[in-house]
């Protein structure tokens, strides 16, 4: 058995020891357990995981190793395929997180079994659920016929010796915080553990060509548990998004070495599983009869389609340190926002508690959204609701200036096609052509974009 040391995971300096503050850089609470290796010559940049890599290559120009192509399987999801780049690629590594009962169980087991329906071998690890269970899944996925290999297992050493003689193409492992190794003493679900065991999977993965789909917890806060490590180990570090409330389900790319980031793909759970949505443009708009105060549609572009998002803000007398909250959006630009709301337009929120949430349950990083969060702001402070068919976008910035958004174009004959009318957009978005039954009024300040909509009665 391995040697036990505790590594320290701000300076990697090491410890034969737990201790409370790392010996080396005095950091609390950042020693976690490793193996050590015991061989000889081993050095401390050495770590012991990435031995597998490191297979005494030649040193030689760059323009002399040959550049070839990766090797794709398409998962028979279009939507799925569409995030990873084009399909499940071999040897490499993905990692899928989300809240529980998002559907990750759920969309895995349904594009295994498009892969085995393609004649390609797939292993699925089940360490939360029975085989029973997942059984019970399948009946209702309505694979009831599925040739699906399943393993439940949760011992690291186990499951790597049945990835080993089965070679799938892919292998699942629903979840890794569900792993452990006999080598570490941690229990399961323990930082040590769960990148011990990620690292051991990644490098199978790569010195068998298996491509492997770990499965990650995320914890409230919105990280993947434990670990962040375990983001840059992977390859491929897929998001689940959405509000289990409702049916729709966002699939975003954060890290991607084989595929553009930030790239979509959108599902509708339904009672036979996760359907694609291929147009999903309009699916963030809540249906108001009316049009209500303190909401702003905005066209954001995810990967390379535009989708509406309707932006919800309420803003209402606070105590004497009010609150700031934000569902989806950035609370420290939200923070920023009121500040040149309030400096550059003389609109003042000080006393008063302000929420702001995007529909559905999805996330907004794009600094685009600024001047619709701006605008559903002064809304519900005013009290007025936005014109029926309005929409704006634009970055917001500390001077109070509005900055464009990439492919002002492709948004804005989105927001026309879905019935659109009028658009606050910044100067240099506005289009040198009118978008048909759209009315474009172009700004380039804060001040200037609230004239606009008062404007507009
Ligand atoms: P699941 O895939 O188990 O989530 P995760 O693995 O991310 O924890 O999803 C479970 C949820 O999805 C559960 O609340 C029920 C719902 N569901 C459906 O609505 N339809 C279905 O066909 C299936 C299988 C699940
Ligand atoms: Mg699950």
């Known amino acids: 058995m391995a040697k036990t040391i505790f590594t320290c995971t701000e300076c990697a300096g090491t410890s034969p020891r737990w201790l409370g503050k790392c010996p080396a850089c005095g950091a609390w609470n950042t020693l976690i357990e490793a193996q050590a290796d015991a061989g000889p010559g081993r050095n401390r940049y050495a ?24 090797q794709r399987s398409p998962s028979g999801i279009g939507e799925l395929d569409r995030v990873l780049g084009g399909g499940i690629v071999a040897g490499g590594v993905v990692l899928i997180g989300g809240d529980p009962g998002i559907g990750k169980s759920t969309l895995l087991l349904q594009a295994l079994d498009a892969l085995q329906r393609a004649n390609l071998p797939t292993l699925y690890v089940t360490g939360e659920e029975s085989g029973a269970q997942v059984a019970l899944r399948s009946r209702r996925l309505g694979l009831e016929h599925s040739q699906v290999n399943v393993l439940a297992e949760i011992q690291l050493e186990k499951i790597l010796s049945a990835v080993d003689s089965m070679r799938p193409t892919v292998a ?40 492997i789909v770990l499965v990650g917890h995320v914890t409230k806060e919105g990280a993947l548990a434990g670990p962040r490590v375990l983001e840059h180990m992977v390859d491929t570090v897929l998001y689940f998004e959405g509000d289990t409330h409702s049916p729709f389900r966002l699939v975003r790319a954060v890290k991607n070495r084989f595929g553009a980031v930030n790239e979509i793909g959108v599902f509708a759970m339904t009672e036979k599983g996760l359907k694609g949505v291929s147009n999903p443009s309009a699916i963030f708009l809540s249906q108001h009869s009316e049009p209500v105060a303190g909401s702003c549609v905005l066209v954001t572009l995810e990967g390379t ?12 007398s606070g105590g004497p340190s009010p609150r700031r909250l934000s569902v989806g959006l950035d609370r420290d630009r939200l923070a920023m926002l009121l500040a040149v709301l309030h400096r550059h337009a003389g ?3 000080m006393d008063q508690d302000v929420f702001v949430n995007a529909v559905g ?13 701006l605008l559903s702001i002064t809304s519900s402070l005013r009290g007025k609701a936005l014109p029926r068919g309005f929409l704006a976008f634009g970055e917001v910035g500390l001077a109070g200036e509005v900055r ?38 172009a700004v380039e300040r804060v001040e200037e974009a609230l004239d606009v909509v008062r404007g507009l009665g």
Request: with cysteine; net charge positive; glycine share 6%.
């Open 47 to 70: 770590a012991p995981r990435f031995s597998g890599l490191a297979q005494g290559q030649a040193v030689m120009p760059l323009s002399a190793i040959k550049a070839s192509e990766v």
């Open 172 to 211: 699942v492992i629903d979840s890794i915080q569900t792993v452990y190794s006999e080598q570490l003493t941690s229990a399961p679900g323990s930082v040590a553990q769960v990148r011990e065991c990620a690292a051991h999977l990644t490098r199978a993965a790569k010195a068998l060509g298996v491509a």
């Open 305 to 316: 389609r535009p989708l509406l998002v309707e932006i919800q803000a309420l803003v209402d």
């Open 347 to 349: 609109v003042a929120c």
């Open 361 to 373: 349950g999805v996330r907004i990083s794009e600094p685009a959204a600024d001047l619709a969060v």
């Open 404 to 441: 464009p958004a990439p492919r002002g174009q492709e948004r804005l004959k989105e927001a026309a096609k879905l019935g659109f009318c009028t658009a606050v957009v910044p100067r240099a978005n506005a289009p040198k052509k009118p978008v048909p039954g759209l009315s474009i009024h």
